[in-house]
């Protein structure tokens, strides 16, 4: 079943704090994760990937772990600014289709 | 970095008009999406287009919708006729090729069918 979910629907976290998203997914032969970050009026754009190979991906104050064991992924966002107040989407996709699917994505608010 | 460009940003019509969202692709992308999104929530694949066919689509992606790319130009979304519940908005992505690929995306058309 194609399905990936995300939490939490919304989050608040003070400035300088860790915000944590999490991602789950049903479907085995998913490989590729990407996470969009999205700014109110734009559109999606690439933050970090990851590919089922690996475990761990960090991009300056950005990290995204995988368990393929447990068909789990979350990003982590350290020492968070007012910058990063946007919608997080994770998705997935495997090597079986072309498509992206979307989780319901995670409005985040970082407070001074 | 590169830029996916989308014309109109906002387009409204009433319902059974044909309406076409317009799309330019970052320029050595070969590979082309339409998404739809309702209310900044979850983004849903549409179709995804390559040399000239449509390789994947959806549910959503409806008799009534089309793509095409002709010559080159512009990658265009037309529904026709449109219905109330095709209001949303679309974004439009491109990727040099399929898979672990980034895509890239517009900034989305707004599309409101009275």
């Known amino acids: 079943q194609q399905q990936v979910r995300q939490s939490p629907q919304s989050l608040t976290v003070w400035e300088g704090g860790t915000t944590v998203l999490t991602c789950s997914y049903e479907d085995s032969t998913f490989n590729y994760f990407p996470w969009y970050q999205q700014f109110p009026g734009e559109g999606p754009a690439l933050l970090i990937s990851?590919?089922?190979v690996s475990d761990k991906k960090e991009d300056g104050r950005f990290t995204t772990f995988f368990n393929k064991r447990e068909k789990k992924l979350s990003l982590h966002i350290i020492d968070s600014q007012p910058g990063d107040s946007a919608t997080y989407f994770c998705?997935?996709?495997?090597?079986?289709?072309?498509?992206?699917?979307w989780g319901s994505g995670t409005k985040l608010i970082i407070k001074p | 970095g590169p830029k996916v460009l989308q014309i109109p940003s906002h387009q409204i019509i009433d319902m059974g008009q044909m309406v076409t969202l317009n799309c330019d692709p970052v320029s050595n992308h070969l590979y082309f999406y339409w998404y739809k999104q309702i209310l900044g929530q979850q983004m849903e694949f549409l179709v995804n287009?390559?040399?000239?066919?449509?390789?994947?689509k959806s549910k959503l992606f409806k008799d009534q919708f089309s793509v095409e790319r002709p010559d080159g130009s512009y990658f265009t979304l037309k529904i026709q006729p449109t219905a109330l519940e095709d209001s949303a908005v679309y974004f439009c992505?491109?990727?040099?090729?399929?898979?672990?690929?980034?895509?890239?995306f517009g900034p989305g058309t707004r599309l409101t069918v009275l």
């Open positions: 287009f390559y040399n000239g066919k449509v390789m994947e």
């Open positions: 990851i590919l089922s």
């Open positions: 992505a491109s990727s040099l090729d399929r898979g672990y690929y980034e895509q890239y």
């Open positions: 998705a997935a996709s495997g090597d079986s289709n072309y498509q992206l699917i």
